[in-house]
T-cell receptor
Framework: DTGVSQNPRHKITKRGQNVTFRCDPISEHNRLYWYRQTLGQGPEFLTY????????KSRLLSDRFSAERPKGSFSTLEIQRTEQGDSAMYLCASSSTGGRGEKLFFGSGTQLSVL | GENVEQHPSTLSVQEGDSAVIKCTYS??????FPWYKQELGKGPQLIID?????GEKKDQRIAVTLNKTAKHFSLHITETQPEDSAVYFC????????????FGQGTELSVKP
């Protein structure tokens, strides 16, 4: 399977703990996006990378959130001091900047529950 | 920034009927409009997309239309089948803004056998 891979699929944590999610994009894709989705809503943009550079961060990404893509391949999203309001599905997507195409392909997401 | 509105929020049809979902967008710079299908516990799956230089695109039972002047676009599914039941999202993006997608709120489509 050469699609976008996210781990773990589910994460349950206690309020105040730190959590880290991993995303492995489609191998030839140079752009990588993080989104957050709550129940009954569309995905909301958090941040994106082109290669290893983080080019944009949403105001939704508070200081407790940090994302990295150190070698321009996989990416991690860390949430420090989790709050109950952080409970959501965290989705990763990747795309290629080749041509005019910006088709985003999504992984299956990491479902975070903060107790 | 861009804002995408999607209607209806729920849609129930009989198998074999057609389904239409509509979206409006606010930013005239948006030039790419994909549609995603999301099944329970899965990530969104791209089903069809259209660019601003095209008015209509069709892929088997699925078609999308775009009216740039009115800033709205629609998804049409014909001959619906129970496996079409899912949540559908429209989205909009602008190539010169990094390609990030702004999504609508979603439409839960139920196809009754």
């Amino acid at each position: 399977d050469t699609g976008v891979s996210q781990n773990p699929r589910h994460k349950i944590t206690k309020r105040g703990q730190n959590v880290t999610f991993r995303c492995d994009p489609i191998s030839e894709h140079n752009r990588l996006y993080w989104y957050r989705q709550t129940l009954g809503q569309g995905p909301e943009f958090l941040t994106y990378f082109q290669n290893e550079a983080q080019l944009e961060k949403s105001r939704l990404l508070s200081d407790r959130f940090s994302a990295e893509r150190p070698k321009g391949s996989f990416s991690t999203l860390e949430i420090q001091r989790t709050e109950q309001g952080d409970s959501a599905m965290y989705l990763c997507a990747s795309s290629s900047t080749g041509g005019r195409g910006e088709k985003l392909f999504f992984g299956s997401g990491t479902q975070l529950s903060v107790l | 920034g861009e804002n995408v509105e999607q209607h209806p929020s729920t849609l129930s049809v009989q198998e074999g009927d057609s389904a239409v979902i509509k979206c409006t967008y606010s930013d005239s710079a948006s030039n790419y409009f994909p549609w995603y299908k999301q099944e329970l516990g899965k990530g969104p799956q791209l089903i069809i997309d259209i660019r601003s230089n095209v008015g209509e695109k069709k892929d088997q039972r699925i078609a999308v239309t775009l009216n740039k002047t009115a800033k709205h676009f629609s998804l049409h599914i014909t001959e619906t089948q129970p496996e079409d039941s899912a949540v559908y999202f429209c989205a909009a993006s602008s190539y010169n803004q990094g390609g990030k997608l702004i999504f609508g709120q979603g439409t839960e489509l139920s196809v009754k056998p």
